[in-house]
């Protein structure tokens, strides 16, 4: 296979990213009636492949993407892009859309097919260790997302909008916080507050996406990590505040609306956690760094 720093799969086939093309009339593109996953891969592996491959089967679903006509293909492109990854640390991304056809609101009966997409380019995950170190900046912002956020779809505009506002008001992300004041997530992560050493993620219930690392984290780590609802009048009383999502599990955040915040430092709840989940990481994936 020809060199290339990512890779690209498209109609069963593998090339480079720079070289792979989409339709013009993709409804991806069109209505952003698609859906997609971030998955870290190692040693030929995508960690917590099942979870992931789950999730965007349910978000294809509940956007009107019948995932019956969806599998197949994207697990050939998992299969494919993980060939082509060679064992090295990366990051592989699906996208699953409605087809593509001429430009309508409503597609012809009896459908088109659906499209999937993906790509795998390389990402280290020994990056982690100084953004832990170092700890974010973060400000809040309204939620003016759509409703629909349990269903990871590339309907992302909100999220590149508020992360924008953080960096023009000097801080790196956001947090969404509803109308009623309930702290929601991060514009890309989930958001974990630790009080009384518990680290609390609001529930499902509110518009926020079921991340995976989030699933991982309460369900392997029953002791310190659970749900209840957050309200940002809660914020000050924070003992610790980290985000959690695929590309940064348990990274700190020491500032919220130019107000310090915990420790400083990353906190001791915080601390287990991202020492937990990197050995889960590395038991499934291998350790940090891969196959050259
Ligand atoms: N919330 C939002 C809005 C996200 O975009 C993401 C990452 N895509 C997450 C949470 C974290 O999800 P995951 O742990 O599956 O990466």
């Excluded at 508020?162 to 989930?190: C, H, M, P, W």
């Amino acid at each position: 296979m020809a060199d290339a720093s990512a890779w690209a799969w498209v109609e069963g086939r593998v090339l480079p990213a720079a070289e792979a093309r989409i339709p013009l009339e993709d409804r991806g593109f069109l209505f952003a009636e698609s859906v997609y996953e971030a998955i870290l891969t190692g040693g030929g592996v995508a960690f917590t492949g099942g979870l992931h491959r789950a999730r965007i089967l349910r978000s294809a679903q509940g956007i009107g993407i019948d995932p019956a006509r969806v599998e197949t293909p994207l697990d050939a492109a998992i299969r494919d892009l993980l060939r082509a990854s060679s064992g090295r640390d990366g990051l592989l991304y699906l996208q699953v859309t409605g087809g593509a056809g001429p430009r309508d609101h409503l597609p012809p009966e009896p459908g088109l097919e659906p499209r999937v997409y993906g790509t795998w380019r390389p990402y280290l995950r020994s990056g982690l260790a100084s953004l832990r170190a170092r700890g974010l900046n973060v400000m809040t912002v309204p939620d003016n997302r759509w409703a629909l956020g349990t269903f990871k779809t590339t309907q992302l505009l909100g999220a590149v909008l508020a992360k924008r506002a953080a960096r023009a008001a000097g801080a790196e992300d956001a947090i969404f916080v509803d109308d009623q004041g309930y702290l929601l997530e991060g514009s890309s992560t989930n958001l974990f507050f630790v009080r009384g050493g518990v680290a609390w993620t609001p529930p499902l219930t509110r518009n926020l996406l079921p991340g995976i690392t989030r699933h991982v984290l309460l369900r392997r780590a029953r002791d310190l990590v659970m749900e209840r609802d957050l309200h940002v009048s809660e914020l000050a009383s924070a003992e610790e505040l980290f985000f959690a999502s695929t590309t940064r599990p348990c990274v700190p955040i020491h500032q919220v609306d130019r107000q310090p915040l915990g420790p400083g430092t990353m906190g001791p709840i915080t601390t287990e956690l991202a020492r937990r989940f990197d050995q889960w990481m590395s038991e499934e994936m291998g350790p940090p760094g891969g196959a050259p």
